[in-house]
């Protein structure tokens, strides 16, 4: 009965901020955030390993931080400076209780339970 969803997504211009929520029915050890645009595979944007430490996909490094809030079991990625490029379905996950992931995995294939994605557009 893990459940997982997203909130948060809209329509922004370039340069805009959004935050992205993910209610999880239970934290796991590994925790991630993804995102797949039309035609494209989807890919791994943040992942968070047990300790909290979150590995980046190189091309939101600085603008994008991912964190949670334990006492609420929400996830977050707050998403800055904006790009059209960063439009996409975006999706939290979760690895199966107990199945651990060291420094965070942005692999599609390490996840095993996922929410139903909100839609993240980005304009010029």
Same mark, same amino acid.
């Given at each position: 009965?893990?459940?997982?969803?997203?909130?948060?997504?809209?329509?922004?211009?370039?340069?805009?901020?959004?935050?992205?929520?993910?209610?999880?029915?239970?934290?796991?050890?590994?925790?991630?955030?993804?995102?797949?645009?039309? +035609?494209?595979?989807?890919?791994?944007?943040?992942?968070? =390993?047990?300790?909290?430490?979150?590995?980046?996909? =190189?091309?939101?490094?600085?603008?994008?931080?991912?964190?949670? =809030?334990?006492?609420?079991?929400?996830?977050?990625?707050?998403?800055?400076?904006?790009?059209?490029? =960063?439009?996409?379905?975006?999706?939290?996950?979760?690895?199966?209780? +107990?199945?651990?992931?060291?420094?965070?995995?942005?692999?599609?294939?390490?996840?095993?339970?996922?929410?139903?994605?909100?839609?993240?557009?980005?304009?010029?």
């Amino acid at each position: 009965q893990m459940q997982l969803e997203e909130s948060g997504g809209g329509s922004v211009q370039a340069g805009g901020t959004l935050r992205l929520s993910c209610a999880v029915s239970r934290f796991t050890y590994c925790m991630g955030w993804f995102r797949q645009a039309p +035609g494209k595979e989807r890919e791994g944007v943040a992942g968070m =390993d047990y300790k909290g430490n979150v590995r980046y996909k =190189d091309s939101v490094k600085g603008r994008f931080t991912m964190s949670q =809030d334990n006492a609420k079991n929400t996830l977050y990625l707050e998403m800055n400076s904006l790009k059209p490029e =960063d439009t996409g379905m975006y999706y939290c996950a979760v690895k199966g209780p +107990g199945r651990y992931c060291a420094g965070g995995s942005l692999m599609v294939t390490e996840y095993d339970y996922w929410g139903q994605g909100t839609q993240v557009t980005v304009s010029s």
